[in-house]
């Protein structure tokens, strides 16, 4: 079965500190990988997609980027934070394939506070 | 710009009632929604899901409507349990891959 691994579940940083989530999934190959943002009061928005090994598509501009060096593996980073930064980040993963849409399925997530 | 809304923050209802969650687009060129549950400090896990060319879906004690016309959808609960007490997601995509969630509505089911 699939399994999605984030880390670390907690985070306290201050304001201009660099950051650095991971997000790995197991059981699949070739997924389709995606990070979000769950700020106070908000939905979901949706930050990085990923379809591919280097292949990273950004939906919000902002000081954060992604990185996906493996297959299953798909990083957050930050070289400044900003306060405005705090917030649940979630990891998901999908299948990819010739399906007309396929369900993600999120990580435990990681609450971040930037001070 | 919110292109899924859910401009309900918060429902309660008593357990063994229907639930009826709501959930409103701009865009008319999605196709395909999801509903997820989510609860306190874990990830969403998915429920169900509806195509546009359908408009209605049953899973179990779950349902969801899809009105194309009013760009509205609903999840329907029946019968609701203390269980079901959480916040509920709903997401739209075109295409399939690039889903835009709601606020989400937080649901407490009263025993």
């Known amino acids: 079965s699939q399994t999605i691994h984030q880390w670390p579940a907690t985070l306290v940083q201050p304001v201009g500190s660099p950051l650095s989530l991971e997000c790995t999934v197991e059981g699949t190959s070739n997924p389709n990988l995606y990070w979000y943002r769950q700020a106070a009061g908000r939905g979901l928005q949706l930050l990085f997609y990923s379809v591919g090994i280097g292949q990273i598509s950004s939906e919000v501009p902002q000081n954060l980027s992604a990185s996906r060096p493996q297959d299953r593996q798909f990083i957050l980073s930050s070289k400044k934070l900003l306060l405005s930064d705090s917030g649940f980040y979630l990891c998901?993963?999908?299948?990819?394939?010739?399906?007309?849409?396929?369900?993600?399925?999120f990580g435990p997530g990681t609450r971040l506070t930037v001070t | 710009d919110q292109q899924v809304k859910q401009n309900s923050p918060s429902l309660s209802v008593q357990e063994g009632r229907i639930s009826i969650l709501n959930c409103d687009y701009t865009n008319s060129m999605f196709d395909y929604f999801l509903w997820y549950k989510k609860y306190p400090a874990e990830g969403p896990t998915f429920l169900i899901s509806?195509?546009?060319?359908?408009d209605k879906n049953e899973d179990g004690r779950f349902t969801v409507f899809l009105n194309k016309s009013a760009k509205h959808l609903s999840l329907h609960i029946v019968p609701s349990q203390p269980g079901d007490s959480a916040v509920y997601f709903c997401a739209a995509s075109v295409g399939g891959n690039q889903f835009y969630f709601g606020t989400g509505t937080s649901l407490t089911v009263i025993p």
């Open positions: 998901a993963w999908s299948t990819s394939g010739d399906r007309p849409y396929y369900e993600q399925y």
């Open positions: 509806i195509s546009s060319i359908k």
